[in-house]
């Protein structure tokens, strides 16, 4: 990419909202899906004998459950739909490359996304009164984006992948709940076995996750926060390595295959 | 009358094994094997590891309930999909203008899913039993079968009625999904029932599951059938009214499809 | 610029499937053995053939959507292969059939995306796209979604898209299935006139009548082997001096006929459609006045309901060549 076609990036963002984004299966994916962790979240602890929820990590978190799962279903779907309705084979024979197109259909997935947690903090503030006092508000800000874009990494990797044959989509499927355990969306990562925080260890939106949590009750130990955040970036980047290396062996793949249309 | 009888099983079992053909049409047994039990083990995992933070102190309790939430989904879900890809791949209208009686057409998909969920349920439990230390040695393994059949089957006819909605919206399945992320919450899976709202108590008691599951649970603490039968009775009682709801809503969607053709548009 | 439009030479391609329970074991198939052929500039070129011949595997791999598995093909002197992303830019390719757009967006939006993949400037885009919506007939459409055309409607919006980019080399892929004979007659016409403008197109259609109409040249492809090359008069005149004569026949009697004929010389080529009511015998021979002659007796509704001779058309010499007598 020599210049950034911003007339592709409007026109893509626009074309994946109104067809991917505005339809009803984002009402379960960005609001009822997350609400009903967040209650499991809630009601486990309310079964334990917690007399409140613990805010953070229950609501909040819950908010991120939905951010995962609608990038990791929308970007099932969207290669999936394409491959389906014909429309794959008409992006990847146009001269506009085929990873250009699913990075800004990514940056509209996440960015679709942050309704889920936009109204995880609304249900945190005005349902359960969190009051936000102490918070290190920066800390949050920054760590926020750099979720998006670890999470931007993670989904450009994932839609190539899932471009290279139809049955890729069932393996993303799969990592939906994994990375949700293994990255702890919705508990600190320190209740996991050691072995497992060490595998979490390498992906990125653990990093900006628990640089989140931790800005959220109130951490301001600016060396913890800088290590998470250049973890963050340092594997996001990798990730971004990785996905261009792959994006040339997808495109001759898929051609190979004739995988470009199959239903 | 016999031969109407063979005739009826005949078309049950076929539609049984294109159930099964079209599942393994397009993944490889690993494939499967991993997307039956991955995704449910995983999902535990996530809901013992907030349990875990939040002090709830017995993480088998969610092993159990999750592995028998497995049959559940597999016979509500897999229902759903096989009445609602009819429409999808736009084949509804052979299938109603053929004289095949409808029952055994969708019953005979539902043969499969609840097979295919009852035997990854024991699958589950043998798997658990090796990864978290489940007890199984006083567990009397013939009534975990009944009870883990009984979800399987009771919860398909839950999938005959968001079926039979699936074909007359296009977010059917997303109706049935979203149902199936309630179950987490409501049918005693995760959490006691006790634990819950006394509203949603209420409505737990009218679903299927929350008995058989409640069943189950007795049976993996070494209970017998004395202890389990009036569960087992209730949940047969309301596993027949969501299959006949759902049969009979079926049927009364093709009725008026007659008139308004509106079962096979996308 | 002395390249041609389009050339292949031993294009190829065999796909790989896995099968069996253990998706363990592979089964090739060679969807296109051995196809070579060239189109000049601004020549309207015909592919026919049945179903599974090749013809749409050749289009996909000459439009870079397959990578073939031997051979090569160029497109105006560019190599598919090597120079991927320069040939993009100057091919426009439509496929039948409702697939290949959006369905919740409208015609106008649906050019507008593509025009963006095809990095075509604000400006020219808002010029073009009224423009190629008036030229395929869908300007008092262009607001409505596309989930609401019908399928011609939706065929012509395929062509619109392929030609947004204005390339110099057009592929169209059935482009008349499914559409009423007004609609295919309007889409027909619309392609003469890309033609006056110097376009080259490589066609393929299973509709004998408008390869005839259309084409410079048609390459009739079977098996994955192109099994004849000419324009459709040299391809007509390949079976000359044959007439073609028709039979409406009872079905019970056809045996009886059948056994008549036999006596005709080795090249006569009877075939019996059962597809029409009543059935028909269809007798290419260049011994006209003999079939009569032989037929004459039968000539009454117990045998012969009616008989018509009548000229060679392209779909005789298809059938023929198809059929392996005259490959």
């Known amino acids: 990419m020599t210049h950034l076609r911003w007339g592709l990036i409007k026109q893509q963002m626009s074309v994946q909202f109104l067809v991917r984004t505005m339809n009803p299966l984002s009402l379960g994916l960005f609001v009822i899906q997350p609400a009903v962790f967040s209650a499991v979240g809630m009601l486990l602890s309310r079964a334990a004998g917690n007399s409140t929820p613990d805010l953070v990590y229950s609501v909040i978190g819950g908010g991120i459950m939905g951010m995962w799962s609608g990038l990791v279903f929308t970007s099932t779907f969207d290669i999936a739909g394409d491959r389906r309705n014909g429309m794959l084979e008409l992006i990847v024979g146009s001269p506009t490359s085929l990873n250009l197109i699913e990075s800004i259909r990514t940056f509209t997935n996440v960015l679709s996304g942050l309704f889920s947690l936009v109204l995880a903090f609304m249900a945190a503030t005005f349902i359960f009164g969190y009051s936000f006092t102490g918070v290190n508000t920066w800390g949050v800000i920054v760590s926020l984006l750099l979720l998006l874009f670890a999470m931007w990494s993670i989904g450009v990797f994932l839609a190539n992948f899932l471009a290279w044959s139809r049955l890729s989509g069932t393996f993303v499927d799969y990592l939906e709940m994994p990375i949700a355990f293994i990255c702890g969306f919705m508990y600190p990562i320190r209740v996991l076995p050691v072995w497992l925080q060490h595998i979490s260890g390498a992906i990125p939106i653990r990093w900006a996750l628990e640089a989140m949590n931790e800005s959220l009750l109130g951490s301001f130990d600016l060396k913890y926060l800088t290590i998470h955040w250049a973890m963050t970036i340092f594997l996001s980047l990798v990730l971004i390595a990785i996905t261009t290396w792959m994006q040339v062996k997808v495109h001759d793949k898929i051609r190979l295959s004739g995988e470009l249309s199959s239903i | 009358m016999i031969d109407k009888f063979v005739h009826i099983i005949r078309i049950y079992f076929a539609e049984a094994w294109l159930s099964y053909q079209g599942r393994f049409a397009i993944t490889s047994p690993f494939g499967y094997i991993a997307g039956k039990l991955g995704f449910p083990f995983f999902l535990m995992l996530f809901f013992i590891f907030m349990g875990k933070y939040v002090g709830f102190s017995d993480p088998l309790y969610i092993v159990i309930g999750n592995i028998l939430l497995i049959p559940a989904s597999s016979g509500m879900g897999g229902v759903t999909l096989a009445i609602s890809d009819e429409r999808q791949w736009g084949t509804l209208s052979y299938v109603l203008g053929s004289p095949a009686p409808r029952g055994p057409v969708f019953m005979g998909r539902a043969f499969y899913y609840i097979v295919d969920g009852f035997v990854t349920a024991l699958l589950g439990f043998g798997i658990a039993a090796g990864i978290f230390g489940l007890d199984l040695s006083t567990v009397n393994i013939f009534l975990l079968m009944i009870c883990s059949l009984l979800i399987a089957v009771t919860s398909s006819g839950l999938g005959f009625l968001f079926g039979s909605i699936s074909l007359v919206t296009r977010d059917g399945w997303m109706i049935l999904s979203t149902f199936l992320s309630f179950l987490y919450i409501l049918v005693g899976v995760n959490f006691p029932v006790a634990s819950l709202p006394m509203i949603l108590q209420k409505l737990s008691w009218g679903l299927p599951l929350t008995r058989g599951i409640m069943a189950a649970r007795l049976v993996m603490e070494g209970e017998g059938w004395s202890s389990i039968s009036s569960l087992i009775t209730g949940e047969v009682l309301v596993g027949l009214v969501y299959i006949f709801i759902g049969y009979f809503f079926f049927l009364f969607l093709e009725k008026r499809s007659m008139h308004s053709g509106t079962l096979d548009a996308m | ?327």
């Open chain 3, 1 to 327: 610029m002395d390249s041609f439009a389009i050339e292949t030479k031993s294009l190829n391609k065999v796909f790989i499937t896995k099968t069996g329970f253990w998706k363990n074991k592979s089964k090739s198939t060679m969807a296109v053995e051995d196809i070579s052929f060239s189109v000049e500039r601004g020549e309207l070129f015909g592919l026919l053939g049945p179903n599974g011949a090749g013809k749409t595997t050749t289009v996909k791999m000459l439009t870079t959507l397959l990578l073939p598995t031997g051979g090569t093909a160029k497109i105006l002197g560019m190599d598919v292969v090597k120079q991927t992303a320069e040939v993009r830019k100057h091919i426009g390719f439509a496929f039948s059939g409702s697939r290949g757009l959006y369905n919740r967006l409208t015609a106008f939006q649906n050019l507008k995306y593509f025009a963006e993949l095809y990095s075509l400037k604000d400006d020219f885009a808002n010029k073009r796209i009224p423009m190629l919506l008036d030229l395929v007939g869908l300007a008092d459409r262009a607001d409505d979604r596309v989930e609401t055309y019908s399928s011609g409607m939706t065929q012509r919006l395929h062509l619109a898209r392929a030609l947004l980019h204005d390339p110099e080399v057009l592929f169209l892929d059935e482009p008349t299935v499914g559409i009423d004979p007004v609609g295919s007659r309007d889409l027909r016409k619309t392609i003469k006139n890309l033609l006056s403008l110097g376009k080259t197109i490589l066609l393929t259609t299973h509709y004998m009548a408008e390869a005839e109409e259309l084409c410079h040249r048609i390459a009739i492809v079977k098996k994955g082997n192109i099994v004849a090359l000419d324009t459709p008069d040299a391809l007509k005149r390949r079976i000359s001096g044959e007439s073609v004569i028709e039979a409406s026949i009872q079905s019970d009697q056809i045996q009886v006929l059948i056994d008549k004929l036999k006596v005709l010389d080795q090249r006569t080529v009877i075939t019996h459609d059962t597809t029409t009511e009543p059935e028909k015998l269809c007798i290419r021979t260049t011994e006209p006045g003999r079939v009569l002659e032989l037929l004459s007796p039968y000539l009454n509704p117990q045998y012969i309901l009616n008989l018509e001779a009548r000229s060679q058309t392209l779909e005789d010499v298809y059938i023929a060549i198809i059929q392996g007598d005259q490959a």
